[in-house]
């Protein structure tokens, strides 16, 4: 039972800190691609007289996409990211210190439960990515007892999907809108 305890601690722990850095990279990626989308935006405006005659119904698109920046960034506030990494980093420094301190925690079964209720959950993808990083791409093993843990397709498919997904919206996207409005403005310039 002890070694099941020990391996459920260190996996909840490195699972808490894939989801950290995951919280991380999307309050990073949410405030470049904001920023990115803002000054976009006012380079628009500035050359809004060379767009117009390439783009139909111009100034509605502009409104349009002004307003979504707007919405997108009272929604990525509300999500909090910096705070989410930092619960989750709190969690696993206190597990870190549980597991370092295994031997001589009283009922540390009791001490995990405790930690775990007063923290956010990870996500499943979060232990999926462990899992991955893990045994798939550091050939390394991983278990809980005597009960291995390998890595499977579906995890491999899904965290390509999400990677996509991810990419396309913070990458894409904005590459996307900055072709459409360079290429009209690139039109419009007289030496070119």
């Known amino acids: 039972m002890d070694n099941n305890l020990r391996d459920k601690i260190w996996i909840t722990c490195k699972t808490r800190m894939?989801?950290?850095?995951?919280?991380?990279?999307?309050d990073t990626a949410s405030h470049l691609f904001l920023t990115y989308m803002s000054v976009l935006m006012i380079a628009v405006s500035l050359f809004s007289d060379q767009i117009r005659s390439e783009i139909p119904y111009f100034d509605k698109v502009a409104i349009a996409i002004a307003v979504a920046l707007f919405a997108t960034t009272l929604v990525v506030s509300g999500f909090k990211f910096s705070d989410a990494a930092n619960k989750h980093r709190e969690c696993y420094l206190k597990l870190q210190y549980l597991d370092e301190n295994f031997d001589t925690v009283a009922d540390v079964a009791k001490k995990y439960n405790e930690i775990l209720l007063n923290y956010p959950n990870h996500a499943q993808?979060?232990?999926?990515?462990?899992?991955?990083?893990?045994?798939l791409f550091s050939s390394r093993n991983m278990k809980i007892g005597d009960e291995e843990i390998t890595w499977?397709?579906?995890?491999?498919?899904g965290k390509l999907i999400r990677f996509a997904g991810f990419a396309s919206l913070i990458i894409a996207l904005p590459l996307s809108v900055t072709?459409?409005?360079?290429?009209?403005?690139?039109?419009?310039?007289?030496f070119l």
Do not use: A, G, K
Request: aromatic share 14%; glycine share 0%.
């Open 18 to 26: 894939v989801s950290e850095r995951r919280y991380r990279t999307y």
């Open 125 to 135: 993808r979060d232990y999926e990515t462990l899992v991955l990083n893990r045994t």
């Open 152 to 157: 499977s397709v579906w995890m491999l498919v």
């Open 179 to 190: 072709i459409l409005f360079v290429t009209s403005i690139l039109r419009h310039i007289e």
